[in-house]
Each structure stands twice: as structure tokens, then as C-alpha cells.
């Protein structure tokens, strides 16, 4: 019997964009959901944020489970549930998870995180050109 689709995106080991991604958002609007061995990442931000919630399922990509839906005045979605998800788990218990993840963010996360937060705006046109290759997969 063959298993179902998501549960061989299971076995696909996330690149180092989408982890940047997925560790940025989770310092910022992104939550954990599920028990252990059923965790995935719900992201969701205000529908006035569109262009950047479209981006981050653009590099999330096949860990992304459903495109992202309106939600009342939110734009949201939720990635399969995945094993890398109970490995950074531990990452964010405790009383200030910022200092647990510091050392794994790269400036692409750092950037998902600040972004989140408001304190800047991912755009194309500041990204050097090997930078935008791989941060924005063109």
C-alpha cells in the first residue's frame, strides 16, 4: 500500500532557506501546533501582509501543506507536519526562546524574525544579487 502524500514529504529534508524561514517566523507570528511526532508550524498574518505571507509559503514550498487561506482579517497556513518540527522544539520552550535559536539563525532568519516583529520589510530590491538567489529563489 502506498503511503499518502504528506507523509512522504516527511522524508524530504528542509534546505537551509526554508529552516532560516521557518526558525525566523517562529521568534515571530508562526506557533508550534500538535504533540510530538505530529508537529507543524501554523503561520498566519494581518490580510494587509499578503505579498509576505505568499512569500513565505513560496519558500517553504513543499512543506507547506495547503496554499494560504482569509481568515476573518488574516491571511493563514499550515505546513505538513513534519520530524524537523519536534527537532526545534526544545528551541522554544523556556522563558526566552531568542536565546536558545540565536545561534542557529543565519541573516536570512534574523531578517523572517524582524520582518515579523515590523521592524523591517523583505524587499527584492535590497538583497544582493547572490543573496536574492538564494533568500528568494530567483
Request: glycine share 6%.
Amino acid at each position: 500500500m502506498a503511503e499518502h502524500p504528506e507523509r512522504v514529504l516527511r522524508h524530504v529534508v528542509p534546505d537551509a532557506v526554508q529552516v532560516q524561514v521557518i526558525l525566523g517566523s517562529l521568534l515571530g507570528d508562526a506557533r508550534l501546533e500538535g504533540p510530538a511526532g505530529e508537529r507543524r508550524v501554523r503561520i498566519a498574518h494581518r490580510a494587509e501582509r499578503a505579498e509576505y505571507v505568499w512569500w513565505k509559503y513560496d519558500r517553504l514550498g513543499a512543506l507547506a501543506a495547503h496554499p494560504p487561506e482569509q481568515t476573518a482579517d488574516r491571511l493563514e497556513f499550515r505546513t505538513i507536519v513534519h520530524p524537523i518540527f519536534d527537532d526545534i522544539a526544545p528551541y522554544f520552550v523556556g522563558p526566552d526562546p531568542r536565546c536558545q535559536v540565536r545561534e542557529l539563525l543565519a541573516p536570512l532568519g534574523l531578517a523572517v524574525w524582524m520582518t515579523d516583529v515590523g521592524r523591517l520589510q523583505l524587499r527584492e530590491d535590497v538583497f544582493l544579487p547572490r543573496q536574492r538567489e538564494v533568500a528568494l529563489n530567483r
